[in-house]
């Protein structure tokens, strides 16, 4: 059994420490919080875990093998660099950081000490993206033209990071994941309607080296949820839809086939009939827990010291991608390099 000491126990700290405690192969052991009512909350859940305001507890506990750090993002740094080098295996909420050079040292620290260090990209978890996944690589869609993202909803509403950090932080690991690719360019948008100085609506395009481009709605100021990806290939295109549980995933056997130019006469009626629609399909998937999901790899890399799916480079390369939206936003949506 592997025990966890968990550092946050908020809005999303429950829902982890579920997570672990449903593997049936992990024991949270520690909650470490600086708001007295959650660590009652858990203890009053749980009455045989120990409750801390200190995360040192935590830390010099030599029998917790592992943290799972679920804290406000510009705490990120600071609480998975105490774990680390107290030979603690880490899992890190998203974003890893929001500075670029604290990733890196993150990433060199646990290579340096043998230590897994794991990014929560929970969407690499969810079945339904990695059945969308699968169909990018087989090529059933072929070459990818664009994806576009909306991840929408009236709430919650941040104060500690903007939509950018928020939302588009989960988009900017999917379309890496989805592309194998890093994206090599942003221009980004953003109005801070609720809070002046937090924007809670982001308007992004990422564009990739071969041509791909993918463009992300996303805000807590709407009046519906959406998670919606839609993905555009040379031979069909795909609706992935995270809300219908029903089916998430919709092929589309649509495309445009373009004649040379000495086939082209005719009435632009008859031109129209170059449109291929050729149906809808609706795969089974197996629907999973994201989260779970999630906790299950960790504890997988921690027992085998297997490199995660979503490990510390990946995270870095999101707050990559976040650092150039954030440069275009602040220059008025001016195209702007990831490096």
């Not at 520690?30 to 007295?36: F, G, H, M, S, V």
């Not at 093998?65 to 740094?77: E, K, L, Q, R, Y």
């Not at 549980?245 to 129209?272: A, C, F, H, N, W």
Request: net charge negative; proline share 4%; with cysteine.
């Amino acid at each position: 059994m592997i025990k966890i000491g968990q550092i946050g126990a908020g809005y999303w700290g429950p829902n982890v420490a579920n997570s672990f405690k449903s593997t049936g192969r992990a024991d949270v052991t520690w909650i470490c919080d600086l708001n007295p009512a959650s660590r009652d909350a858990f203890k009053k859940r749980h009455p045989n875990i120990k409750t801390t305001e200190r995360f040192a507890d935590v830390l010099e506990d030599a029998s917790v093998d592992a943290v799972a750090v679920v804290t406000p993002t510009n705490t990120h740094f600071r609480i998975a660099k105490a774990a680390l080098e107290a030979g603690k295996h880490v899992l890190v909420e998203k974003p890893i950081t929001t500075i670029v050079a604290e990733a890196a040292e993150l990433v060199e620290l646990a290579a340096k000490k043998n230590l897994i260090l794991m990014v929560g990209h929970v969407f690499q978890y969810n079945a339904s993206i990695l059945a969308l996944k699968e169909l990018i690589a087989n090529g059933e869609l072929g070459a990818i033209n664009y994806l576009n993202f909306v991840r929408t909803n009236l709430g919650p509403v941040r104060t500690d990071v903007n939509a950018l950090w928020d939302l588009v932080s989960h988009d900017a690991y999917i379309m890496t994941d989805l592309l194998d690719a890093e994206p090599v360019a942003v221009s980004a948008l953003g109005q801070a309607y609720l809070n002046d100085t937090v924007e809670d609506v982001i308007f992004a395009t990422f564009t990739f080296a071969g041509g791909a481009m993918a463009h992300v709605h996303a805000s807590w100021l709407n009046p519906r949820k959406t998670r919606q990806i839609t993905a555009i290939g040379a031979k069909k295109m795909v609706l992935w839809d995270d809300l219908n549980t029903d089916q998430p995933i919709q092929i589309y056997d649509k495309r445009v086939e373009q004649p040379s130019m000495d086939q082209l006469e005719g009435t632009y009626l008859e031109y129209k009939t170059m449109v291929v629609d050729g149906g809808t399909t609706t795969p089974n998937i197996e629907l999973n827990q994201p989260l779970q999901s999630e906790c299950e790899h960790f504890l997988d890399c921690v027992e085998t010291g297997a490199a995660p799916r979503s490990d510390g480079s990946n995270g870095m390369a999101v707050v990559r991608a976040l650092k150039a939206a954030e440069k275009s936003m602040e220059n008025g949506g001016v195209l702007t390099e990831i490096g």
